[in-house]
């Protein structure tokens, strides 16, 4: 059993619903999107065993894992979640919805980047949807989605750089639309990994 992994660290989530849990990410390579704004090489990665993921996160306090990418669908199974889960891992996923999503999640982030229309037949239900929005972006109408727990609009920075305008663009789209929330990227603004 082997995962092709672009980088395992341990952090605080840096946004959304659990911001500023401590969490371990396993950040997963490929990925079925090119969104411009991406801040993640996930071209390149090592092929892992279980094994040696275990052995590089056994060391961490933590016990709740984050699997990213990428688009970590692409790889990941319920055979492979299993394993973490009977070692007293929680375990959340970040996934841009184009697939569904493996039974044995416990958090699942849907930060859908293109096209809505068949995200409700793959996840009708994840704990709170994530769209990354730039300055004149349109937000979708919440019927069109997984039915979710949290809605949030998180503004596109440049890098690792604020960018005003987006973030302006976002708070008046959640002043027009209070079902959603702001969702900034804390782990940017206080440069932690």
């Not at 929680?90 to 999640?105: D, F």
């Not at 009708?124 to 937000?139: A, C, H, Q, S, T």
């Amino acid at each position: 059993m082997k995962l092709i992994v672009n980088e395992i660290f341990y952090s605080l989530q840096g946004e959304g619903g659990r911001m500023g849990e401590a969490s371990i990410f396993i950040r997963l390579s490929k990925c079925n999107l090119a969104c411009s704004f991406c801040d993640t090489d996930f071209e390149n990665g090592e092929e892992m065993t279980i094994e040696q993921i275990f052995s590089k996160i056994s060391s961490f306090p933590c016990k709740w894992i984050i699997w990213t990418g990428g688009e970590p669908t692409l790889q990941l199974t319920d055979e492979y979640l299993s394993v973490f889960r009977q070692a007293g891992y929680k375990q959340a996923i970040e996934t841009n919805g184009t697939k569904k999503t493996p039974y044995l999640i416990d958090y699942i982030t849907c930060s859908p980047k293109l096209n809505y229309n068949n995200l409700k037949k793959l996840n009708p239900k994840v704990n709170e949807i994530r769209i990354p929005v730039k300055n004149g972006d349109f937000l979708p109408d919440i019927d069109s989605l997984p039915k979710a727990d949290k809605y949030f609009v998180s503004p596109v920075f440049d890098g690792s750089k604020p960018n005003k305008e987006n973030i302006n663009y976002c708070v008046e789209l959640v002043k027009q639309n209070p079902q959603w929330s702001l969702s900034l990227q804390m782990h940017k603004l206080i440069d932690i990994e």
